[in-house]
């Protein structure tokens, strides 16, 4: 049984805080998206008046909004009441931010209309776009350093086991629900990765694929942006249907194939999605998936942010998220063997370095 007063909250205002957290959420949610917590985060000092300016934000509702904050101790006005700091929990929130987007502007229709979705059978909605946006910053805050390691590793695997074509070798990577391609960009950008592959006269060629096609032109606008768009390559497909796919071949020769936090979303019929790739994808020997595994086990309030929402929103949606032991029994049965395993900063995810049977 749960007990709030071993979280410091006395009897009389468990259900004040509760009410009232909902409220912050979505306050961070909303300055995360206008980029406000950046501009707070550069500064020493800050008034309402410049961010309203800034914003173009009334500046009646941006008091209220940053009372919200004070209130929970992310922002403090000094003692003259003019300016506002940073407050004691800024930092983490700063940090985490993106996860109360993802939930807050991500799952938004399917948390107001949570009534009918689970006594009919209407489709829960989700905004794929700010679920890309927002799982690609906390990727990048708590999972990219490992994922990095990962994908390094399976080039120069890969490199080392492929004959040489003309004057090099060529490695193709596909990326599984690849949202605004942040991953595949970071991939190609990155200083030590492209120096491997020059030490090794290799080129590096990507595809991402992804079912939202708003998502994918936001990342052929970045990539075009970034100089890269000759590199990586975009589909908008529905993963689990890639074999129908007869107009996009491109992709078929990848020699590596990584999903991150994706493939949980496709695991009916016993993971069979996995059999799938491995036929999608005949030369592909390594696959780098990183995604979450069910941690929850008794109620709780203070579970790690994210984990209890994820297994909340997908329950919804009637998707397993699956624990440890039942991840690796997934990979067994459908032809792959875990050949590495690294966590990340995320308490509920790892990073799985898996290859064919």
Not at 161 to 166: A, D, L, R, S, T
Request: charged residues 25%; positive net charge; proline residues 3%.
């Amino acid at each position: 049984m749960v007990n709030l007063q071993q979280y410091g909250l006395k009897d009389n205002k468990k259900i004040d805080f509760i009410f009232n957290s909902s409220l912050c959420c979505a306050v961070i949610s909303c300055f995360y998206e206008l980029g406000i917590f950046e501009l707070i985060q550069n500064k020493q000092r800050f008034s309402l008046q410049e961010i309203s300016k800034k914003h173009k934000i009334d500046e009646n509702i941006l008091h209220f909004l940053f009372f919200i904050l004070e209130s929970f101790e992310i922002i403090k006005r000094d003692k003259n009441e003019k300016y506002y700091t940073k407050g004691k929990l800024f930092g983490e929130i700063f940090q985490k931010k993106s996860f109360f987007y993802w939930l807050v502007s991500g799952y938004y229709k399917m948390l107001s209309e949570l009534p009918q979705i689970i006594t009919t059978n209407k489709k829960p909605y989700k905004n794929w776009k700010n679920i890309a946006i927002a799982s690609e910053e906390y990727g990048a805050n708590f999972v990219w350093k490992d994922l990095k390691k990962a994908i390094k590793k399976a080039i120069e695997w890969t490199i080392s086991n492929q004959k040489p074509q003309g004057n090099g070798r060529k490695i193709q990577i596909v990326d599984l629900g690849c949202g605004t391609g942040h991953y595949l960009i970071k991939i190609n950008k990155d200083n030590d990765i492209t120096s491997s592959l020059n030490e090794k006269k290799a080129e590096l060629f990507s595809t991402g694929i992804n079912i939202s096609a708003s998502t994918i032109e936001i990342a052929k606008k970045i990539t075009k942006k970034e100089g890269l768009h000759s590199k990586i390559d975009f589909i908008v497909a529905d993963i689990q249907n890639l074999f129908h796919d007869t107009n996009q071949k491109n992709y078929l020769n990848a020699d590596i194939i990584m999903s991150i936090f994706t493939i949980h979303e496709f695991l009916q019929n016993e993971g069979i999605i996995f059999e799938k790739i491995r036929k999608i994808f005949p030369k592909a020997e390594i696959f780098i998936l990183c995604d979450n595994y069910k941690i929850t086990t008794t109620p709780n309030p203070t579970y790690p942010i994210y984990s209890l929402a994820l297994e909340f929103t997908h329950a919804i949606q009637k998707t397993h998220i699956p624990t440890l032991k039942e991840w690796y029994k997934i990979f067994t049965a459908n032809g792959w063997k875990p050949i590495k395993i690294l966590d990340t900063k995320i308490e509920n995810a790892k990073i799985f370095i898996l290859k064919k049977i």
